[in-house]
């Protein structure tokens, strides 16, 4: 059974930092595409990060690019997002989610955590 499970949340001031981790245990990590996907209050889900099972490639919407970077660790089967420059309207709930694919995180999502809520204000 896939189980994800997201940390790292918290309160952080505009232009801070924050590390989030998502734990996925019980699959063969590296076989799958692995995303990050938040929602905001009052909005829907935004498609934010993904990274393929090898870890080659790496996508980002474009209001994250050059301040949000992904990874993973396939030893330790988990996935990170780091989250600089936090902007209020990152303000979010963020989910890991499992892509069906290996090679590409653009066929959708089959498996999600639970969420990990990540709020920037002063």
């Known amino acids: 059974e896939v189980q994800l499970v997201e940390s790292g949340g918290g309160l952080v001031q505009p232009g801070g930092s924050l590390r989030l981790s998502c734990a996925a245990p019980?699959?063969?990590?590296?076989?799958?595409?692995m995303n990050w996907v938040r929602q905001a209050p009052g909005k829907g889900l935004e498609w934010v990060s993904g990274?393929?099972?090898?870890?080659?490639?790496?996508g980002y919407t474009d209001s994250v690019k050059g301040r949000f970077t992904i990874s993973r660790d396939i030893a330790k089967n988990s996935l990170f997002l780091q989250m600089n420059s936090l902007k209020s309207e990152d303000t979010a709930v963020y989910y890991c989610?499992?892509?069906?694919?290996?090679?590409?995180?653009?066929?959708?999502?089959?498996?999600w955590g639970k969420g990990t809520l990540v709020t920037v204000a002063s």
């Open positions: 990274i393929t099972g090898g870890g080659l490639f790496r």
């Open positions: 989610a499992k892509s069906p694919y290996g090679n590409s995180w653009q066929h959708g999502m089959d498996s």
């Open positions: 019980g699959f063969t990590f590296s076989t799958y595409a």
